[in-house]
């Protein structure tokens, strides 16, 4: 099964250039031509003014959606008061946790902006989950900690370096490095950043190791639906012939986004050790 698309700078390395559906249109006549090429550039211009307004909607929400992002409230009561094994509750707050996780869901969505085919879709993404399952079990079985102010800037860092790596300036500057491991490395930070926000409530020793191994799960069939209706909003977007004009605005407000985040994170981080 395929997804739809013409990109502009795939993981392969190819390139599009024009617009398939205006080249693939019947004779319809100068007039015609003109006319579609017209609505095109409207609707280019639409959506790019959409996307703009997009990337400043998130810088001015980041801090707020930055400090819900936890495990807090009757959630945290739930960590704290639990004694013994959980799987049901775990499943539901890992699934909760990544369909709420912005940053993590930004990161998919640059992972898999360019990628068309199924298989290299869940090639990624399995990657991804094996690089935050390992650091999320290890990071809170083996209780290892670190300033979660500083693991959540490295995660805004990652939604910035994959939009650039979209926007093709890694070979710009004349680099390529494997989109593969930064998207492993980049999941073993995720899944630290998921650690650190369960080592903020006092979870009971009992039943731990099983409580955090649902809670593993749940975070994949939270990234499973959320990645389903992510792949479904991409490939009618890719087939509305708009993708290809507002791809680079996207990606800027894509790395737009993950500057605000380490900006927040880092300001969060010097005013904690001040």
């Avoid at 693939?24 to 006319?35: E, Q, S, V």
């Avoid at 593993?216 to 708009?242: D, H, K, M, P, Y």
Wanted: glycine letters at 10%; aromatic letters at 12%.
């Amino acid at each position: 099964m395929q997804i739809r698309a013409a990109s502009i700078h795939g993981s392969s390395g190819d390139k599009v250039t024009g617009c398939p559906w205006v080249h693939g249109t019947p004779n319809i006549g100068f007039f015609g031509r003109i006319f579609i090429v017209t609505l095109q550039r409207d609707l280019a211009m639409a959506s790019t003014k959409v996307l703009i307004a997009l990337a400043t909607f998130i810088a001015l929400l980041f801090p707020a959606l930055a400090q819900a992002h936890g495990v807090e409230g009757s959630d945290a009561h739930f960590n704290e008061q639990n004694q013994g094994l959980a799987i049901g509750p775990y499943l539901y707050l890992g699934a909760k946790h990544m369909v709420t996780g912005y940053d993590h869901l930004l990161f998919l969505a640059g992972v898999i902006f360019f990628l068309y085919r199924l298989r290299d879709v869940a090639l990624y993404v399995t990657l991804f989950a094996i690089g935050h399952s390992l650091t999320l079990l290890t990071g809170v079985l083996a209780d290892i900690h670190a300033n979660a102010y500083l693991v959540d800037a490295i995660i805004g860092l990652s939604v910035a370096y994959k939009a650039f790596e979209n926007l093709g300036l890694f070979r710009t500057l004349g680099l390529s490095p494997n989109p593969r491991w930064a998207v492993l490395i980049f999941g073993l930070f995720h899944g630290f950043g998921l650690a650190t926000k369960l080592q903020e409530v006092a979870i009971s020793e009992e039943g731990l190791i099983g409580n955090m191994l649902a809670f593993n799960v749940g975070v994949e069939l939270g990234q499973f639906a959320a990645l389903a209706l992510i792949l479904i909003a991409f490939n009618a977007w890719r087939s509305s012939g708009t993708f290809l004009s507002s791809a680079r605005t996207a990606n800027m407000a894509l790395m737009t986004a993950g500057f605000v985040l380490i900006g927040y994170q880092m300001t969060g981080y010097f005013t904690s050790v001040t």
